[in-house]
Structure formats: C-alpha cells, structure tokens
C-alpha cells in the first residue's frame, strides 16, 4: 500500500497560480502510474491529469488542458500539479491517487490522499 499526503492548496485570485505536491511512501512510487482529481461542493469528483510511472506519457481533462500541467520526481518520491490561469469554477478539494485500472475514472484509482482545499476567488 502507498500512502498520499497533498500539500500546497490555498485561497488564490482568478488568473492566479498555485501548485500542488502529493509525497508518497509506501510501495515503490517509480512503479505507479499517479492522477489528480477533485472534487467541488455538492458535486461529484471528477478526474483532473494523470501521468505514467515515466513521467513521459500524460493526460487531462479538457477543462484543465492548457492551464495545468502534471510532472513527477521519482527520485523525490513526489508528483506535482502545476496549475496556472486559475479560475472560480477550479476551486475543489484536489486529491492525488495511484491509477490501477485502465480507465481515468476514479473506481480504477486507489490509495486516496486527504485533499488539499483549493479556493480561487473572482
């Protein structure tokens, strides 16, 4: 079992930056494939990037794509998700989670960080 702690969430304007962290020890981190999700009031969590245990193969969903940008240091046991031109609609606990299933839902991704609220006001 992996274990996920995600850090670097906040209050931030629209049109802003952040960037998040997820740490993970546990199983050999270089051997997982990682995603974010997240998940806003009253609505259900809905997938965010995801990136190969190589870091070369990546993917979003098309409401992030060309604003955030998922990368790793498996060296540092650590994946990342930069996140630029923030807006309202972006604000949402973001989780990080290790991909076992072929598809980018979240029934075929385990090991659940706590989240880390993120807030973008207008």
């Known amino acids: 079992q992996v274990q996920l702690v995600e850090s670097g969430g906040g209050l931030v304007q629209a049109g802003g930056s952040l960037r998040l962290s997820c740490a993970a020890s546990?199983?050999?981190?270089?051997?997982?494939?990682m995603g974010w999700f997240r998940q806003a009031p009253g609505k259900e969590r809905e997938f965010v990037a995801a990136?190969?245990?190589?870091?070369?193969?990546?993917f979003y969903a098309d409401s992030v794509k060309g604003r955030f940008t998922i990368s790793r240091d498996n060296a540092k046991n650590t994946v990342y998700l930069q996140m630029n031109s923030l807006k309202p609609e972006d604000t949402a606990v973001y989780y990080c989670?290790?991909?076992?299933?072929?598809?980018?839902?979240?029934?075929?991704?385990?090991?659940w960080g706590q989240g880390t609220q993120v807030t973008v006001s207008s």
């Open positions: 989670a290790v991909k076992v299933g072929y598809t980018y839902t979240g029934a075929d991704f385990g090991s």
């Open positions: 546990g199983r050999t981190f270089s051997n997982e494939d």
């Open positions: 990136i190969s245990r190589s870091g070369y193969s990546t």
